[in-house]
Nanobody, 127 residues
């Protein structure tokens, strides 16, 4: 059974940095595309970043490009999201997700393209 657990969220001031981690187990997720999404109160879940299984390619939402960096350590079964220059509008619950290991490896931006999800970690950025 696939399990994905996010950590690293918290309260940070605007301009600060946080690094989120997503530890996964129970499946061959080291060979699938993975991603980060976020959901603010009253909003729909939105795409943040995605990375191929090898880590060689990534894709970012316009709102975070240049500030956030997604990476992964397949040997340790962990994906990361380094968030720099945080802004109050980055406040949300952040979720990690993984595509099915029998599906496409595309760098998908749609949440519906991801089969597995973590429970989320809260990130709050104060102004």
């Amino acid at each position: 059974q696939v399990q994905m657990v996010e950590s690293g969220g918290g309260l940070e001031q605007a301009g600060g940095s946080l690094r989120l981690s997503c530890a996964h187990s129970g499946g061959s997720l080291s060979r699938v595309t993975m991603g980060w999404f976020r959901q603010a109160p009253g909003n729909e879940r939105e795409f943040v970043a995605t990375i191929t299984w090898s880590g060689s390619s990534a894709r970012y939402a316009n709102s975070v490009r240049g500030r956030f960096t997604v990476s992964r350590d397949n040997a340790a079964n962990i994906m990361y999201l380094q968030m720099n220059d945080l802004k109050p509008e980055d406040t949300a619950i952040y979720y990690c997700a993984a595509r099915s290991n029998t599906g496409s490896a595309d760098l998908a931006m749609a949440a519906s393209s991801y089969a597995y999800w973590g429970q989320g970690t809260q990130v709050t950025v104060s102004s």
